[in-house]
């Protein structure tokens, strides 16, 4: 028992010990338009996913950003009240899309 139980943490070590150098990820930096409430989406939006997740949406009309929004709430739970979804919207609206009343 004994061996076996050397034998793999041998394998383990050596199996994880392959690379040679530090790997470095590279950054990636996604600037969010400042101002008109920025903090709040910040605030929400960034507990879950990046801010280059919003950005590679592409430009979308109200209804679909209204939509995700509730999604988020409804479906994911995100603890955000009524008036600060409403600034969410309103601010990717604004920046990050455009006003329509298709439904995307």
């Known amino acids: ?3 076996i139980f ?3 943490l041998f394998l383990a070590v050596t199996a994880f ?3 040679a150098k ?3 990820m ?3 930096d996604y600037p969010m338009v400042k ?3 920025d903090e709040v989406a910040q605030q929400y939006c960034l507990i879950c996913h990046s801010w280059g997740y919003i950005l590679n ?3 979308k009309s109200r209804p679909y950003w209204s939509g995700t929004v509730a999604k988020m709430v409804n479906e ?3 603890p955000i009240g009524k008036e600060d979804q409403q600034i969410i919207i309103n601010y990717l609206v604004k920046h990050y899309g455009y006003e329509s009343t298709a439904q995307h």
Request: no cysteine.
């Open 1 to 3: 028992m004994k061996k």
């Open 26 to 28: 590279p950054y990636v």
């Open 76 to 78: 994911f739970k995100a």
């Open 17 to 19: 010990s392959q690379v």
């Open 22 to 24: 530090p790997i470095e």
């Open 6 to 8: 050397l034998l793999t």
């Open 57 to 59: 949406q592409g430009k």
């Open 35 to 37: 101002g008109d409430h």
